[in-house]
T-cell receptor, first 115, second 118 residues
């Protein structure tokens, strides 16, 4: 069965610095999609970035980039130039082929950006 | 302004009552989903629908029911059979379900409903 692992329950970063949030996944399926979501204290889940298993290049969206290492089954999120508004919970998630489009989530990483 | 709306934001239920959570989207998305989030945890899938008048159970469907009579709407009923319904409920939609985890499978979420059983 597929599984997403986020080993960092909490992270601190200083404003304007870069931070990497770790995500590893486990699947034997060759086709899958990887997603990162941000959940502020308000509760809504905000889509940040997507990486397909067949994509040759790492995905980037503004200050967010995804460090995709397929052989290691890792999909780490890199946030550059952290801002106070980046303080939130971050979830890594995966969709598998034929999985009914179900998102399987990790347990999340709480990021706190400090002055 | 396109998006997903959920109502109410907060909902209180007495034990033994059924309650219905609303989810509406004007994104013209084919697929819709309901997830449950418990404190300190990720989301778990309750039900999903890929097309009008059709829906499938997710991982934790017991005690819940849904309908999909219109493309835009996917209400969730939490029945009295749900033993521990206090949680945060999130509705999502995606353009379509490719079946292989493509970019069009990206799910976009509503603001959520926080349900508390008194």
């Amino acid at each position: 069965a597929q599984k997403i692992t986020q080993t960092q329950p909490g992270m601190f970063v200083q404003e304007k610095e870069a931070v990497t949030l770790d995500c590893t996944y486990d699947t034997s399926d060759p086709s899958y999609g990887l997603f990162w979501y941000k959940q502020p204290s308000s509760g809504e889940m905000i889509f940040l970035i997507y990486q397909g298993s067949y994509d040759q290049q790492n995905a980037t969206e503004g200050r967010y980039s995804l460090n995709f290492q397929k052989a290691r089954k890792s999909a780490n999120l890199v946030i550059s130039a952290s801002q106070l508004g980046d303080s939130a919970m971050y979830f890594c998630a995966m969709i598998l082929t034929g999985g009914g489009n179900k998102l399987t989530f990790g347990t999340g990483t709480q990021l706190k950006v400090e002055l | 302004d396109g998006g997903i709306t959920q109502s109410p934001k907060y909902l209180f239920r007495k034990e033994g009552q059924n309650v219905t959570l609303s989810c509406e989207q004007n994104l013209n998305h084919d697929a819709m989903y309901w997830y449950r989030q418990d404190p300190g945890q990720g989301l778990r899938l309750i039900y999903y629908s890929q097309i009008v008048n059709d829906f499938q159970k997710g991982d934790i469907a017991e005690g819940y029911s849904v309908s999909r009579e219109k493309k835009e709407s996917f209400p969730l009923t939490v029945t009295s059979a749900q033993k521990n319904p206090t949680a945060f409920y999130l509705c999502a939609s995606s353009p379509r379900t490719s079946g292989w985890g493509g970019s069009t499978d990206t799910q976009y979420f509503g603001p959520g409903t926080r349900l508390t059983v008194l």
